[in-house]
Nanobody, 119 residues
Framework: QVQLVESGGGLVQPGGSLRLSCTVP????????MGWYRQAPGNQRELVAS???????NYGDSVQGRFTIWRVNAKNTMYLLMNTLKPEDTAVYYC?????????????WGQGTQVTVSS
């Protein structure tokens, strides 16, 4: 079992910023696409942003222009900088990583980190 380690959630006022990070422990696999998803109470889990190991990014419509995703492949770590936060960004944020061992692939999720945007 691969344990993804997330950090950086918390409480922030509207208009503020937070940075999340997610690290995949180093082992004998390749880390392909990584991404951040979020789930608010009563809502389905939705894509926030994703990034391939080549650096190609994809953003959800609601965060485009406010959030930035990047990764440091040498550290197996992905980051999400969230600017101009809004109350509707409040949710549990989950890290997702697509791992590959030869021809075998598997998807792993982090435990989630709470982000609350409130005055």
């Amino acid at each position: 079992q691969v344990q993804l380690v997330e950090s950086g959630g918390g409480l922030v006022q509207p208009g503020g910023s937070l940075r999340l990070s997610c690290t995949v422990p180093r082992d004998k696999y390749t880390v392909n696409t990584m991404g951040w998803y979020r789930q608010a109470p009563g809502n389905q889990r939705e894509l926030v942003a994703s990034i391939t190991n080549g650096g190609s990014t994809n953003y959800g419509d609601s965060v485009q222009g406010r959030f930035t995703i990047w990764r440091v492949n040498a550290k197996n770590t992905m980051y999400l900088l969230m600017n101009t936060l809004k109350p509707e960004d409040t949710a549990v944020y989950y890290c997702k990583a697509d791992l590959q061992w030869g021809k075998k692939q598997a998807v792993y999720w982090g435990q989630g980190t709470q982000v609350t945007v409130s005055s």
